[in-house]
């Protein structure tokens, strides 16, 4: 079944506010015999006259002014969507996808998300809980905009990985620990631990610390939480590895003692996104990378 044309309703909408179809002509920058043709295309679609023509005036009939009604929604709809549509290309909104660890989200993403916040408020960031691994392979399936990943990972194609920050990893030891200056797999290895859980990138980087100080320790309990695991060094369950995302000086803090590795240990993040971006996608993207300490 053909479909009414917005263009056709337009052109009676037209007609029906100047009541006259020259006038609709030249507002609509039509031919005199377009607009008379779009009429009539429209009357036999609906089957019934939709305007009359009395003493030089053009006054919609009783079924013209029920179309009409119909008509001033539609294009009032239509004309609401492409506004909004443009404003997503002009990047003055819309919603972008973004993957994260646990860790990202719960200490570097909301001084982003206040950041774009105040830049730009009509710009929705939908966050979700992923593996560096998950989120690479929803940002080439599609179904991500933007992910914040561990370093290093291969090259993906369709795909653009750039480092974004490096942070330290220390140790967080319960307060009442007698703890050196700095801590070494050796002195760590003989307390008990609380280690993230073996399926993310900082679990493999504290094994291969470990390692090259010749220890191999089994933790005492495995998490994905970072907030959690601190709970835990606090209650002074064990000791962990973690990033150190604060700038300021590591030292006591809510129950817990941080201090830094020998070696020292860096847990490196990089953004991920498509090679091609939406505007509000790259505003998120500006935020993330002046979050740079």
């Given at each position: 079944m053909r479909e009414i044309s917005l263009d056709r309703l337009r052109t009676l909408v037209t007609i029906a506010d100047h009541r006259s179809f020259a006038e609709a002509a030249r507002v609509l920058h039509l031919a005199a015999p377009t607009v008379s043709l779009h009429i009539q295309e429209l009357e036999e679609r609906v089957g019934a006259p939709l305007l009359s023509r009395k003493r030089g005036h053009v006054q919609p009939t009783a079924i013209g002014e029920t179309l009409l009604a119909k008509a001033r929604h539609l294009l009032a709809d239509a004309g609401q969507a492409l506004d909004d549509v443009r404003r997503q290309v002009q990047g003055l909104e819309g919603r972008v996808r973004l993957g994260a660890s646990t860790g990202a989200i719960a200490h570097l993403l909301p001084r982003a998300l206040e950041v774009l916040g105040q830049q730009h408020p009509a710009i929705d960031v939908q966050v979700t809980v992923l593996t560096s691994?998950?989120?690479?392979?929803r940002l080439a399936q599609g179904s991500l905009d933007v992910g914040l990943v561990a370093l290093p990972q291969p090259a993906i194609a369709g795909l653009v990985i750039k480092p974004w920050r490096r942070d330290p990893v220390m140790a967080f030891m319960p307060v009442q620990w007698q703890c050196p200056a700095r801590v070494t797999p050796r002195w760590l290895a003989s307390k008990p631990l609380i280690l993230n859980d073996s399926t993310t990138r900082l679990s493999q980087l504290t094994a291969k610390w470990f390692a090259a100080g010749g220890q191999q320790p089994v933790a005492r309990i495995e998490l994905n939480y970072n907030d959690a695991i601190?709970?835990?060094?606090?209650?002074?369950?064990?000791?962990?590895?973690?990033?150190?995302?604060?700038?300021?000086?590591?030292?006591?803090?809510?129950?817990?003692?941080?201090?830094?590795l020998s070696p020292a240990l860096w847990r490196r993040l990089g953004i991920a996104h498509a090679k091609h971006v939406e505007r509000s996608t790259q505003h998120v993207l500006d935020v993330l990378r002046d979050l740079t300490c």
């Open positions: 691994q998950d989120t690479l392979a601190r709970r835990l060094v606090a209650s002074g369950y064990g000791a962990a590895l973690l990033p150190h995302e604060d700038s300021t000086i590591p030292g006591q803090d809510a129950g817990t003692t941080v201090r830094p």
